[in-house]
């Protein structure tokens, strides 16, 4: 990326939002600026901040293919028509991570059903193949995770941050971070374990880290993604990363109305007694 872009896309946040110079800029304060008045600044931070995590779920689920560069798109997207009704009080890493996943499974699906004819995608680059399969199933049971350990673990280690980083972003104590990080390496194992893979809690988190530091999204990807997400109705109908985007926002709404369901149903039922 480059520095002096971004010295100038944080120097103008500043003066919008109006904090010191040198201050840091989080998450809420950049939801907030682009939900209340859809600042294309605030947007293009928080694409730059957090598309590595959202690049390497993709890359690891789809591969280095197009598929994978829709995928990115598509969450991004995603957060576009969320962004006025997530709490703004956290980070937004654990989310987007969730979300990431949906998206690049669904797009998965998607690209399997299509003709036999069609070649076979490129594996990511420079990634041994059982080591790409090993690093999936570890995705897989890190997305199970209870939020309270899968939070921290994605903030530690798929985006870099320290303990003491992730502990001011969750706004947690600094003993209860790191209680809940050793919680989540050690549920990790154990349940890798009974999938049959013996791994120890260093090797799980040298696993989880190893891309973190060296993530770097294709500059054209970024630019496109903004472009794109900012263009609201505009959109070309065409363009892949809608139907994804799409697909996942009506499952996400469709999640709500079953558990909202089985609320009143509970509901129902102690209100009625037996009756019921």
Same mark, same amino acid.
């Given at each position: 990326?480059?520095?002096?872009?971004?010295?100038?896309?944080?120097?103008?946040?500043?003066?919008?939002?109006?904090?010191?110079?040198?201050?840091?800029?989080?998450?809420?304060?950049?939801?907030?600026?682009?939900?209340?008045?859809?600042?294309?600044?605030?947007?293009?931070?928080?694409?730059?901040?957090?598309?590595?995590?959202?690049?390497?779920?993709?890359?690891?689920?789809?591969?280095?293919?197009?598929?994978?560069?829709?995928?990115?798109?598509?969450?991004?997207?995603?957060?576009?028509?969320?962004?006025?009704?997530?709490?703004?009080?956290?980070?937004?890493?654990?989310?987007?991570?969730?979300?990431?996943?949906?998206?690049?499974?669904?797009?998965?699906?998607?690209?399997?059903?299509? $003709?036999? %004819?069609?070649? @076979?995608?490129?594996?990511?680059? &420079? *990634?041994?193949? =059982?080591?790409?399969?090993?690093?999936?199933? #570890?995705?897989?049971?890190?997305?199970?995770?209870?939020?309270?350990?899968?939070?921290?673990?994605?903030?530690?280690?798929?985006?870099?941050?320290?303990?003491?980083?992730?502990?001011?972003?969750?706004?947690?104590?600094?003993?209860?971070?790191?209680?809940?990080?050793?919680?989540?390496?050690?549920?990790?194992?154990?349940?890798?374990?009974?999938?049959?893979?013996?791994?120890?809690?260093?090797?799980?988190?040298?696993?989880?880290?190893?891309?973190?530091?060296?993530?770097?999204?294709?500059?054209?990807?970024?630019?496109?993604?903004?472009?794109?997400?900012?263009?609201?109705?505009?959109? $070309?109908? %065409?363009?892949? @990363?809608?139907?994804?985007?799409? &697909? *996942?926002?009506? =499952?996400?709404?469709?999640?709500?109305?079953? #558990?909202?369901?089985?609320?009143?149903?509970?509901?129902?039922?102690?209100?009625?007694?037996?009756?019921?």
């Amino acid at each position: 990326m480059d520095n002096r872009h971004l010295e100038s896309v944080l120097r103008l946040l500043r003066q919008r939002i109006g904090v010191p110079a040198g201050a840091a800029l989080g998450d809420g304060q950049l939801l907030e600026r682009f939900a209340d008045h859809r600042d294309e600044a605030a947007f293009e931070l928080l694409v730059r901040r957090h598309g590595p995590l959202v690049w390497n779920v993709c890359r690891r689920l789809l591969g280095n293919a197009p598929d994978a560069d829709d995928a990115f798109q598509a969450v991004f997207l995603v957060l576009v028509r969320k962004a006025g009704a997530l709490d703004r009080r956290g980070p937004l890493a654990p989310w987007l991570y969730t979300i990431a996943r949906r998206v690049a499974l669904r797009a998965r699906e998607r690209r399997d059903r299509r $003709p036999a %004819t069609v070649a @076979a995608e490129p594996s990511v680059a &420079g *990634v041994d193949p =059982a080591l790409a399969d090993l690093r999936a199933v #570890i995705d897989e049971e890190l997305s199970r995770l209870p939020e309270k350990y899968r939070a921290p673990a994605v903030l530690c280690y798929l985006e870099g941050k320290t303990h003491e980083e992730a502990a001011a972003e969750l706004r947690w104590p600094l003993g209860t971070l790191k209680g809940r990080v050793s919680k989540a390496r050690e549920q990790l194992r154990a349940r890798l374990t009974r999938r049959g893979l013996a791994l120890s809690t260093p090797a799980i988190a040298a696993l989880l880290s190893q891309e973190a530091a060296r993530a770097t999204v294709p500059a054209r990807l970024i630019e496109s993604t903004v472009h794109y997400s900012l263009m609201g109705s505009n959109l $070309p109908g %065409t363009l892949p @990363a809608i139907a994804l985007a799409e &697909g *996942v926002i009506r =499952a996400m709404s469709y999640s709500k109305f079953k #558990i909202v369901a089985a609320a009143a149903f509970v509901l129902t039922a102690i209100g009625g007694g037996t009756s019921v």
